[in-house]
């Protein structure tokens, strides 16, 4: 099941929810992020403790909508409604509106997208870029195929010390090489059609253009 997983940024990407909200199966809305949906977007489920949800009457408003009480302070809203959304049978989220604002919610939000990345297709959107997490720390969490335009820019970043990574079809391929810790990997852009990933030790970020956008 593909899920679309609206969270509380700052920097809320109405536009990607906007064109996108059609293309996936359900649509999960973390309590705060209901407050800036567009009018067009109806959620299947709203989720969190409610103590940001200021839209009057939500209930009512959204009659068709599930809105399901998640009360573990120890835990943010990102991670819980991942969680409720991989117990709803989700093989598939994209994360959007989960970066910007204060610096150590952006990075919590990026630990909690490594934390779950073995456990189903995980993406976060952030404007034109994807940002994706491979490892070889699971079954199908190693690589990533993508279409991509010509010059798009394309970003592999090592997050647990170096890694070993392929990538094909970019201006600086490379083979079963070393990505050192820190900023090595930044930069690379798509020679133009299918992009491959591949992680053979280690862990990794990566940020692609969107297709299409």
């Not at 099941?1 to 990407?13: G, Q």
């Not at 992020?33 to 489920?45: E, M, R």
């Not at 083979?175 to 030790?201: I, M, Y």
Request: include cysteine; aromatic fraction near 4%.
């Amino acid at each position: 099941m593909k899920v679309l997983l609206i969270a509380d940024s700052p920097d809320f990407d109405s536009a990607y929810i906007a064109r996108h909200a059609t293309s996936v199966d359900s649509i999960i809305v973390t309590d705060g992020a209901l407050n800036k949906l567009p009018p067009s977007v109806t959620p299947h489920i709203v989720c969190g403790d409610f103590d940001a949800l200021v839209v009057p009457d939500a209930r009512a408003r959204y009659v068709q909508t599930e809105f399901v009480t998640l009360l573990d302070q120890n835990q943010n809203d990102l991670e819980k409604a991942i969680q409720l959304a991989l117990a709803r049978g989700a093989t598939d989220i994209t994360i959007a509106s989960a970066f910007g604002g204060r610096m150590d919610i952006s990075v919590a939000n990026l630990s909690v997208l490594i934390r779950h990345h073995t456990t189903c297709a995980l993406s976060m959107i952030h404007g034109t870029m994807m940002s994706r997490v491979l490892s070889d720390r699971g079954q199908g969490s190693d690589e990533i195929i993508f279409d991509a335009r010509p010059g798009a820019p394309l970003s592999c970043i090592p997050l647990d010390g170096d890694a070993v990574v392929t990538i094909s079809n970019v201006r600086w391929p490379l083979q079963a090489d070393v990505l050192r810790s820190g900023s090595h990997g930044v930069g690379n852009h798509a020679l133009g059609g299918p992009v491959s990933v591949r992680v053979h030790r280690g862990l990794v970020v990566v940020g692609y253009e969107i297709p299409c956008v």
